[in-house]
Nanobody, 119 residues
Framework: QVQLVESGGGLVQPGGSLRLSCAAS???????IGWFRQAPGKEREGVSC????????YYADSVKGRFTISRDNAKNTVYLQMNSLKPEDTAVYYC?????????????WGQGTQVTVSS
């Protein structure tokens, strides 16, 4: 049974930092693992993804230079370090596994964790 369990969300002031974690289990191989987000009234978007084949990364333009994706293979965990957070980063963040950093390519979703950036 595939499981993706996110943690680390919360309330943070603008300019602050958070680190999201995604503990993955139940599968041996995947092409891409990463993070998506969905703000109220908006479509879900790919934020950052990591390729299992070559370790290449993808970042949405809106988060480049502020967010960093990484993984700990020993713990089967993927992280999203989010720095210099802005109110527009407020969303539910989902961990996902699939064929690429597009919602249409995702095979499995986590339950999501809320990130709120507000003063």
């Amino acid at each position: 049974q595939v499981q993706l369990v996110e943690s680390g969300g919360g309330l943070v002031q603008p300019g602050g930092s958070l680190r999201l974690s995604c503990a993955a289990s139940g599968f041996l191989f995947y092409n891409t693992i990463g993070w998506f987000r969905q703000a109220p009234g908006k479509e879900r978007e790919g934020v950052s993804c990591l390729s299992s084949s070559d370790g290449s990364t993808y970042y949405a333009d809106s988060v480049k230079g502020r967010f960093t994706i990484s993984r700990d293979n020993a713990k089967n965990t993927v992280y999203l370090q989010m720095n210099s957070l802005k109110p527009e980063d407020t969303a539910v963040y989902y961990c996902a596994v699939g064929g690429g950093c597009s919602g249409s390519l995702v095979n499995y979703w986590g339950q999501g964790t809320q990130v709120t950036v507000s003063s």
